[in-house]
């Protein structure tokens, strides 16, 4: 007979009743011992009466209060301490869970092999598409749910599999582990805590495991669908920046830091719209940001995610103090060295901005830091995204490189053509055997103005000579009238 340990549900809830209406029964009916089980509700402050709510429809769920919106990390970190269970199962509020989430959750465990962190399949409040079935990282700590929207039943869920990390919103671990590492970093709110926290447990030797049949349906970001998106867009620039930065090892974090604070430069300046050469000395006389055919509140959003990269790069370097201390904790507590993290990456290369100008700066840096040698597993799939691109990139190189060879060579004919016929001309007024009789009403000969030409050509160039032979002929020509 199998042993369920005890588990105690944490949910975290900002002004979300009309969730946790579907959420809580769908726990409470839990296909597991009901004495193994407790619920604990964190409230962020809420104002549409979810304490109330819930105090007088589930007296048995323990209620933590905070009277403002702390997030998601720090209040699971709060609700984890004040749990009984040895595992806390996270919950998102948005969500309901299958019957048998925490038993087939509980089956996937092992913690003679380390197996202490478990995965659940997230997919749609109707199961038809994938929400979360496996998550792959970008080398600058951009992380991706894997077949994100794309139909359930075209994916089979498969064996278990493991993971570099969980998704917070459903997800099992052992408790006095998740609170032995810290938890997730209070510092990052939300966005990407889960992948702080698993790239942790695995440089410690811990194993994050998805486990396939234990299943939740999601109302898709219901709750952070009230946040601003440039506000969620910051977290995800400054947490990815954060989690680099503690995370990886000494001589990976050397060569891949300055790709990442090159990389954000280069993203401000693609969002920003601005053309570089207007503000060369030598191109335009003034700096503008074109804006000809572009809705305004399109071009206040550039400006506002250029200026978003700048902000997160700002606060990043402001945090390095506390951020040093948190990345010593991490490196001392290391059993496992990245070559041993790296292949659970999955797609290290991802173009996280469909740019051509930006991705080429980042297949630069690649190359000239030769990071694709630190992330050896991915070397064909590096061939696979970009081989094409770059091939392509080096044929246009090339062809520039011939045509600018042929337009020197042809700039160096003209000006032998021109030198020669300038000697020809010259030489043809020294043969003058007598010297030009003078010509009536002022008028000059055709080689005293073929010589004044060229005179004017030697030393004021092409324009001037042009001009002081159109002057010329149009004193000639008021002379003949009338």
Known sequence: MQEYPSISVLIVTWNGWHHLQDCLPSILSQDYPREKIEVLVVDNGSTDGTVERLEAAYPQVRLIRNQENQGFAEPNNVAAREARGDFVALLNNDMRADASWLKEAVRCLDEAAGRICIASRILSWDGKAIDFQGGALQFLGYAEQLNQGKSA???????????????????????????????????????????????????????????????????????????????????????????IFKNYGDASLARIL???????????????????????????????????????????????????HLVVLDDFFKALPDLWIKRAEVQKRRRLPDEQIFSLFCDPFRAIVVDPGYEETELRLVDRLQLDALFTDAGSMLETRYGNHIRSLQAEWDRIARETRELETQKRRLELEIEALGERQAGELRREPDPPQPLPSGRKSLPALYAEFFRHLRQSGWQEAWRQTRRFFSRQWNRRKP
């Open 153 to 243: 039943s075209d994916f089979d869920a498969g064996a278990e599999s493991e993971l570099l990390f969980p998704c917070g919103g459903a997800m099992l671990i052992q408790r006095r582990v998740f609170l032995d590492c810290g938890g997730f970093d209070p510092s990052y709110f939300a966005i990407y805590e889960d992948v702080d926290l698993g790239w942790r447990l695995r440089t410690e030797g811990f194993r994050v495991v998805l486990a396939p049949k234990s299943r939740v349906y999601h109302k898709l970001h219901g709750t952070l669908s009230k946040a601003r998106e440039e506000k969620m867009r910051y977290l995800m620039h400054r947490n990815a920046l954060f989690t």
């Open 258 to 308: 300055p790709t990442a604070v090159v990389a954000a430069v280069r993203r401000a300046l693609f969002f920003s719209g601005a053309d570089r050469q207007s503000f060369y000395l030598w191109g335009k006389q003034q700096s503008e940001i074109p804006s000809s055919g572009i809705p305004p509140e399109h071009i206040l959003w550039q400006s506002r995610e250029a200026i978003n």
